[in-house]
């Protein structure tokens, strides 16, 4: 695709068609963004760099925009990873303890974004002997997030 479009732009600079050229850029732009994102980032595309006139940097532009979307899409895994594992403590909490206590728990919760702190969490739902130990656990975990 990069030598097709490097090539077509070197042809129509050459010829002077650049309106044309702007064209075909508009249209390379609209087709990747559909491809690689949210309609709104084909404002953000350029496909050839303007002072050059070439279509060079295509490959690694398209590369780019999947890493960014690799990256958004990782960040959400890891964020609905982190709430399913806030709803399973909520749910052991609500199974040993009774449902008082995730509603207490809820908020302290929702302050830790680190597995490793959620389940030190957890384990205070096996740890502890009644909900306000419970609970003293989970605020400590929190406090020192």
């Known amino acids: 695709m990069e030598a097709v479009a490097a090539a077509m732009?070197?042809?129509?600079?050459?010829?002077?068609?650049?309106?044309?050229?702007?064209?075909?850029?508009?249209?390379?732009?609209?087709?990747?963004?559909?491809?690689?994102?949210?309609?709104?980032?084909?404002?953000?595309?350029?496909?050839?760099?303007?002072?050059?006139?070439t279509m060079s940097t295509l490959p690694e532009r398209v590369k780019?925009?999947?890493?960014?979307?690799?990256?958004?899409?990782?960040?959400?895994g890891l964020e609905q990873g982190i709430e399913r594992e806030r709803a399973l403590v909520r749910g052991l909490a609500t199974r040993r303890f009774g449902p008082g206590v995730a509603q207490r728990l809820a908020p302290l919760l929702e302050q830790l974004s680190d597995a490793d702190r959620i389940a030190?969490?957890?384990?205070?739902?096996?740890?502890?002997?009644?909900?306000?130990?419970?609970?003293a656990r989970a605020q400590e975990v929190q406090r020192a997030s």
């Open 64 to 76: 780019r925009w999947g890493d960014e979307l690799n990256q958004e899409w990782l960040a959400k």
């Open 120 to 135: 030190a969490v957890a384990t205070g739902v096996i740890e502890c002997e009644t909900a306000d130990e419970f609970i």
């Open 9 to 53: 732009a070197d042809w129509l600079v050459r010829v002077g068609e650049t309106r044309l050229l702007d064209s075909v850029e508009a249209w390379i732009t609209q087709v990747l963004a559909k491809r690689t994102g949210p309609p709104g980032k084909a404002s953000e595309l350029q496909i050839r760099k303007k002072e050059e006139g």
